[in-house]
C-alpha cells in the first residue's frame, strides 16, 4: 500500500505544470463567461504600440538618472537587438515624442547650428530647445522601414506661442517649421502613419499649457498643410491631437472648435500609479480597486467622443504608468507586467484602438533595458499580447474575487478567442472554469444538474452547441516571476526563464497545450494567456 501511494505522488510531481509554485497554496474556484455573441468594442490591428522620447542624460528625478544614450538624437540605431526587438512584432507601432517635443527645432532649410538640449534654468522642463537633424530623421526612417515600424511622429506645439502667466502659452502657432519638416518627410518618401499635434498642452498641462479654442484652430491649419502636402487622397496620414492628460471639457472645446472630420484621433496619457518616488507603487498595482480607477478615464473618454466626435477614435499615446521615469525594480520587473496587461486589457473595452508604451527604451520603464537592450519582462508581455489578442473585444462575466482580472479577445491568428487572467493575489490560486455564455443562456434549466456534473459542463462550455470531440486541447501562456520574486527582472513561461539567444534573436513563445475539460490553473501573483481555436463566437467568425 504504501508502494502504491509512493507511486501516485511520483506521477503527481511528474505531471504537475512547471509554473505553478512547489509550495502548497490555497485555491479557490472561479469561473469566467465568455460572451461570444457580439464585439463590445474593436482595437486597431496595431494595438500594441511604444515609444521613443526626447530625453537627454542629463534627464534626472529622485536622485536617478535613468535615460543615458536612449533617446531619439542618440540612441545606437545600430544595435542589433534593437531591430531584432521591433521586426519580433511584424509591424510594431513607434511614437516618436515625449515632454520636450514642443521644444523640437526642425533643421531644415535653418540658418542655426542644430544644437542638443542642455540644462537651462529657466528653459520648460529645465531644458533649452533641441534640434533634429535631417541626418538623423534619415537614419531613424533607416530603422523604421528595416523593421517596418509604423510611425507616429509628435510635432512642436508651442512654435511661435509664448509663456504669458506661469503655465499658459498664448499666441498663433508658427507652422513654417512643422510644414519644412512634413515636406522633406514626404519628399523623401518616409510613410508616416499619423502627426500627433503637441504633447501635454491640454487643461491644466504638464508645464505648459494652451487654450482649447486656439489648439482648435492650430490643428484645423495642420489638417490643412497635411491635405496640401500630401496630394493624393488616400495618402493621408492620421491627424492625432492632443496627446496631453484627459480633461473633458478642454477636449470637447477642441472638437468643437476643429469641426467634423478634423482630428482622426484624441490623444491622451495614462500615469495611473503615481510618481517615481511612491513606495506603495507595488500595493497598487495588486489593488482592483485602485486600478480600476484609470476605468473612469476610458469611459469618459468613450462618451465625450460618442457626443462629440463620432468620427474620430480614441488612443493612449503615452502610458508608462508611474510617471518621472518610472521607478527601478518596479517599472522594469515581473509586477508590471500585472499593471501593464490589466491597462491593456482595460482600455481596449472602451474603444481605444492603440495604446503606447512609454518607452520602447528609456527611463525605467523600458520595454527595453537602457544600457543593455536586454527585454524586460513587459517586452514579453506586450509581444504576447501582439501575437495572440485580435482587435475584437468580447465581455466576460467573472465569478470570482475581485482579485482575479479576465480580458478576452476574437484571437489573432487563427479561428476562436483568447484570454487574459491575471491573479493579483499574492496567496490564492485559482481554478477556472471557462464557460460559453451559449451554454449558459440556452441550458439554465438544468442548472442543477450541471452543479452535480461538472465534468460535462466544462466538456461543452468552451464550444457552445458542438461537440467536445471536435476540439479537446487550448494552448496556455503562463507568465510568473523567476524564483517567485515579483521584483525580478527575469520572467518565465510556462516555467522556462524568457531570454535572448546568444545572437540577439527573441526566443519562441511556445505554449503548453491542455484538456479543454480541465479548468485553468492560475497560481498566486501570475498572469496566463489562454487560446481557445474551436470556442463557438459569432463575433469573431
Known sequence: MAARLLLLLALVCLHAPRWASAQQQPEQEATVIVKG?????????????????????????????????????????????????????????????????????????TNSPCSPFTNVSNGLFGFSAGCLSMDRWDKLNDLFQQTGAIITFGLNALDGRHNVQRSFWAGKWNSSNAY???????????????????????????GARVDAELYGKDVTELRSILRQLYRAPLSQPLLLAPGGFFDQQWYTRLLQTSGHGVVSALTHHIYNLGGGDDVHLMRKIVDPKYLDRAEDTYRDMQLTLQRHGTWASAWVSESGGVFNNGRHLVSNTFMNSIWYLDQLGMASKYNTKVFCRQTLIGGNYGLLDTETFLPNPDYYSALLWHRLMGNGVLSVDINAPRKLRAYAHCSKRHQGITLLLINLSNSTGYNVTLQNDLNVSVDRTSAHRRRHSSFTKRAVSWLGGKAA????????????????????????????????????????????????????????????????????????S
Open 37 to 109: 455573441s457580439a464585439k463590445i468594442a474593436e482595437t486597431d490591428q496595431s494595438y500594441v504600440c511604444a515609444t521613443m522620447d526626447w530625453w537627454p542624460p542629463e534627464k534626472c528625478n529622485y536622485n536617478q538618472c535613468p535615460w543615458g544614450q536612449s533617446s531619439i538624437l542618440n540612441l545606437d540605431l545600430d544595435h542589433p537587438f534593437l531591430a531584432q526587438a521591433i521586426k519580433a512584432f511584424d509591424n510594431l507601432r513607434i511614437r516618436l515624442g515625449g515632454s520636450l517635443q514642443d521644444r523640437v527645432v526642425y533643421d531644415v532649410q
Open 180 to 206: 519644412d519638416f512634413v515636406n522633406y518627410t514626404v519628399s523623401k518618401g518616409y510613410p508616416v502613419d499619423s502627426w500627433e499635434f503637441g504633447n501635454e498642452l491640454s487643461g491644466h498641462g504638464t
Open 469 to 540: 470531440s471536435e476540439s479537446t486541447k487550448r494552448d496556455e501562456y503562463h507568465l510568473t516571476a523567476k524564483d517567485g520574486d515579483h521584483q525580478s527582472r527575469t520572467m518565465l513561461l510556462n516555467g522556462v526563464p524568457l531570454e535572448l539567444g546568444d545572437d540577439g534573436s527573441v526566443p519562441a513563445l511556445n505554449p503548453v497545450p491542455a484538456a479543454v475539460d480541465s479548468p485553468v490553473y492560475l497560481a498566486p501573483t501570475s498572469i496566463a494567456f489562454v487560446a481557445l481555436p474551436r470556442f463557438e463566437a459569432k463575433a469573431c
